[in-house]
């Protein structure tokens, strides 16, 4: 079994920051692609940002020069820095990983979603 448990969401004031985690744990051989992704109140859920093995990386244009991904390979943690946070980044945020759990075979995992909100 493969988890992905994500911490560091909150609430926080228009213009302040916060970082997000997300480790991935279980039975794992190699990871691939890890992103994040967000779901605000009567919306889609929508890609922020995503990061390869790597470390090559894209971003939604709503968050260039705010958010920065980045991985960390040997604790198979991908980690979500956001920086002059407005209200509209307020969402519930959820850790995605490409999985290769065992010799071809690969799936998507996601986490439990941790709650982002921005205050004006």
């Known amino acids: 079994q493969v988890q992905l448990v994500e911490s560091g969401g909150g609430l926080v004031q228009a213009g302040g920051s916060l970082r997000l985690s997300c480790a991935a744990s279980g039975s794992i051989f190699s990871i691939n692609t890890m992103g994040w992704y967000r779901q605000a109140p009567g919306k889609q859920r929508e890609p922020v940002a995503v990061i390869t093995s790597g470390g090559s990386t894209n971003y939604a244009d709503s968050v260039k020069g705010r958010f920065a991904i980045s991985r960390d390979n040997a604790k198979n943690t991908v980690y979500l820095q956001m920086n002059s946070l407005k209200p509209e980044d307020t969402a519930v945020y959820y850790c995605?990983?490409?999985?290769?759990?065992?010799?071809?075979?690969?799936?998507?995992?996601w986490g439990q979603g941790t709650q982002v909100t921005v205050s004006s």
């Open positions: 995605d990983a490409e999985i290769l759990v065992v010799i071809g075979h690969m799936y998507h995992y």
